[in-house]
């Protein structure tokens, strides 16, 4: 994946925000707060940051390609980094970007959630 389509998928997510920091890293945000980063990477290639489950930070911390993320991780937190990219890479990028966002998104206040209209449960 390309920071370009990196950055269309993390748009077509429910009211992100986009703001270039931290050194030029392209970060896409939720109500404020942090879900994914693309960048801190040494060289060329792409690397893609994003929050995780504590079992998926288990399983991706030992996985080809995927590595706990620097300056995330080492604090404790069950952030996680891909830096190598594959057309099934790509696939599972997708995924967890989804994940980042929803867990994200949980994260934030029931009022800030309902402001936003994430996470709403629809009674027919």
Request: charged fraction near 20%; glycine fraction near 8%; include cysteine.
């Amino acid at each position: 994946m390309t920071y370009d389509e990196f950055n269309q998928f993390c748009s077509s997510l429910p009211v992100t925000t986009y703001i270039v920091q931290w050194g030029g890293s392209h970060v896409w945000k939720v109500g404020g707060k942090v879900f994914s980063i693309g960048g801190w990477t040494k060289g060329d290639q792409p690397a893609f940051t994003f929050k995780t489950s504590v079992q998926n930070f288990n399983f991706l911390s030992d996985h080809d390609g995927y590595k706990p993320a620097p300056y995330f991780a080492n604090r404790g937190m069950k952030w996680i980094q891909q830096f190598e990219t594959s057309i099934q890479k790509d696939e599972e990028l997708q995924y967890y970007l989804r994940e980042s966002h929803r867990i994200v998104s949980l994260g934030l206040t029931k009022v800030k959630q309902k402001e936003l209209g994430l996470n709403q449960v629809q009674i027919p």
